[in-house]
């Protein structure tokens, strides 16, 4: 079955620690975001991109560091600089081109600070 | 005033009841809109697109006015299992296509 697979489903991170969130895709997707969804709140836009070798800053990147060397790949890092880490990570894929295209989710990484 | 707004409920409501959601988003330029259903702590799920004609899938039904800058979402006969968070979702053309979304309407279906 073609989806998107996001592991670990719990993470917990130390203090001062970077820590990596896997994110693979087999839906031939050409688009791949990161979302950080907070309890209360919408989910906001951490990093994305739209083809392989490149990606983009959304509105909160800052503490975050992303990589698409392969198209079905999208792993995100948590760095020591990202002061409130402890959310939950969406990860998504979409197909480039439709205005209608949809946002397929994986199925989370709830990160946790030690 | 945020992009997409919503009423964060929660709505309870008695199995079988009808219950209506409202979203309003700002800007006028945005041209797809969706309505995403999620549980405590798993991954939104595409419940239906909102088209401009309003469109209907089983007991949901979605409508779109773009003149007041709203979507609905209408569920009839509520079962235990519509009990979720419901979140709007706004996409606005831009340098991508920029994806908005609400903080979402939490729902619970009381026996």
Redesign the interface.
Request: no cysteine; hydrophobic share 35%.
């Given at each position: 079955d073609g989806g998107i697979t996001q592991s670990p489903k719990y993470l917990f991170r130390k203090e001062g620690q970077n820590v990596t969130l896997s994110c693979e895709q087999n839906l031939n997707h050409d688009?791949m975001?990161w979302?950080r969804q907070d309890p209360?709140?919408?989910?906001r836009?951490i990093y994305?991109s739209?083809i392989v070798n490149d990606f983009?800053k959304g509105d909160i990147a800052e503490g975050y560091s992303v990589s698409r060397e392969k198209k079905e790949s999208f792993p995100l890092t948590v760095t020591s600089a990202q002061k409130n880490p402890t959310a939950?990570y969406?990860c998504a894929s979409s197909m480039?081109g439709d205005?209608?295209?949809?946002?397929?989710?994986?199925?989370?990484t709830?990160l946790s600070v030690l | 005033r945020k992009e997409v707004e919503q009423d964060p409920g929660p709505f309870n409501v008695p199995e079988g009841a009808t219950v209506a959601f409202n979203c309003t988003y700002s800007n006028s330029a945005s041209q797809s809109f969706f309505w995403y259903r999620q549980d405590c702590r798993k991954e939104p799920k595409l419940l239906m697109s909102v088209y401009s004609s309003g469109n209907e899938d089983g007991r949901f039904t979605a409508q779109l006015n773009r003149a007041s800058q709203y979507i609905s979402l209408l569920i009839r006969d509520s079962k235990l299992s519509d009990s979720a968070t419901y979140l709007c979702v706004v996409r606005t053309p831009g340098g991508y296509q920029k994806v908005t979304f609400g903080t979402g309407t939490k729902l619970q279906v009381i026996p």
């Open positions: 688009a975001y979302y209360g709140q919408g989910l836009l994305y739209q983009q939950f969406l480039m205005p209608n295209e949809k946002l397929f989710f994986g199925s989370g709830q | -």
